[in-house]
């Protein structure tokens, strides 16, 4: 059974190709390079000694969609990453981020309606939440206007689908994550953010390899155990494994809705200076840090109400936070050539 996975040498897309391919599916990639390099498809063939196909064009050209389409009669179904995912640049340039992640995103649609190809993964975000009135977060919870262009591109995408679920005879999965960090034990693929990072745990290794000179913590004064945010990190690979469920039980037609919806985190949140403590333990060194102004935008505290997740698709995350560091340690340490 071959899959196409959108934006497959990106971050979560590349450890997902892993995952695909270490149970036996074959995986062509869509990707058009705007955030990730070729190279990554060498690291996912040393870790699992196939090299995936990559179809090097962009998404938001209808006719080159199709023709993958074409090329590729046998993809039975889609895993969809490919999207721009930095908030502070959607915030500037909102066009150019609805543009790309909705057309790229109804260009796929559409190729999957020509080609009969009716299963969907959607990679969404528990952003749609915005900051929840009840903890843990549930599916059931209402959506609010996401903060940022990113995370609405992410809500609107979901009704886009669900709206072409309800026109058609697509089955589709959304799956919204929570805090992604860490990397996979090989070091041989993880996050690589090109320009200075958004996200915390690559601005914290970034910092510890002396790329950057501090982590910049926003804010102290949340209202939380010790004044920082609280988010649900969640480990790349276990998020990378509930794709691969998800997929099967829309093939294997063990789907309960046409479109169903699942959060992926751990159930657990930790706040910002825990993140870095935990950093600091599994590096072995202190991390320089400034408590500085609250970053707009941000919600204090988000973790995932899972029980729908394990008890649905038997998926349940298994890696703790401490693995989570120390793997995205790795990473950079290899990046520095010293892993
Ligand atoms: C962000 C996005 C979210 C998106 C996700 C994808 C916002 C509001 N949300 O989540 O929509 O799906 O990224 O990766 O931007 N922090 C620091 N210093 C830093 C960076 C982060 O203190 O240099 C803190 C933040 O204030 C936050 C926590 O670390 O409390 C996590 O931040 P981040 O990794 O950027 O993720 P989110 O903001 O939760």
């Known amino acids: 059974m071959k899959i196409l996975v959108t934006g497959g040498t990106g971050y979560i897309g590349s450890h997902t190709v892993v995952e695909l391919q270490q149970e036996g599916l074959d995986v062509v990639i869509v990707d058009n390079l705007s955030n990730s390099t070729k190279d990554v498809i060498y690291g996912i063939e040393k870790i699992t000694g196939t090299r995936p196909v990559l179809e090097v064009f962009d998404l938001c050209d209808i006719n080159l969609t199709r023709q993958l389409f074409q090329k590729h009669p046998d993809i039975r179904a889609v895993v969809h990453f490919a999207a721009y995912k930095s908030v502070g640049e959607s915030v500037k340039e909102p066009l150019r981020y609805y543009h790309n992640n909705i057309l790229s995103s109804i260009n796929l649609l559409k190729g999957m309606m020509d080609s009969g190809v009716d299963h969907l993964v959607f990679s969404s975000s528990c952003t749609v939440y915005g900051q929840p009135d009840k903890l843990p977060v549930t599916e059931e919870a209402p959506l609010k206007r996401p903060e940022s262009p990113y995370g ?188």
Not at 187 to 216: C, F, M, W
Not at 250 to 256: G, R, T
Not at 280 to 300: A, M, Q, T, W
Request: net charge positive; charged share 30%.
């Open 152 to 339: 609405n591109t992410k809500k609107v995408m979901e009704d886009i689908i669900s709206d072409t679920v309800s026109s058609s005879g697509l089955k589709a999965i959304l799956l919204r994550y929570f805090n992604p960090i860490g990397a996979h034990e090989s070091a041989e693929i993880g996050e690589s953010p090109t320009g200075i990072p958004d996200n915390l745990v690559p601005y914290i290794t970034q910092t510890a390899i002396g790329k950057r000179d501090h982590l910049r913590v926003f804010g102290d004064d949340y209202d939380t155990p010790d004044g920082t945010p609280i988010r649900d990190y969640i480990h790349v690979v276990d998020l990378a494994k509930a794709h691969v469920v998800a997929l099967k039980r829309l093939v294997d037609k063990k789907n309960k809705k046409d479109c169903e919806v699942f959060n992926l985190g751990t159930g657990r949140g930790y706040s910002v200076l825990e993140a870095i403590k935990a950093f600091e333990k599994v590096s072995g060194g202190k991390l320089n840090y400034k408590i500085v102004d609250r970053r707009p935008g941000d919600i204090v505290k988000v973790w995932a109400d899972t029980k729908l997740a394990n008890r649905e698709l038997g998926w349940k995350s298994g890696k703790g936070l401490e693995v989570m560091m120390r793997t995205a340690w790795n990473w950079e340490l290899k990046l520095a050539g010293k892993f």
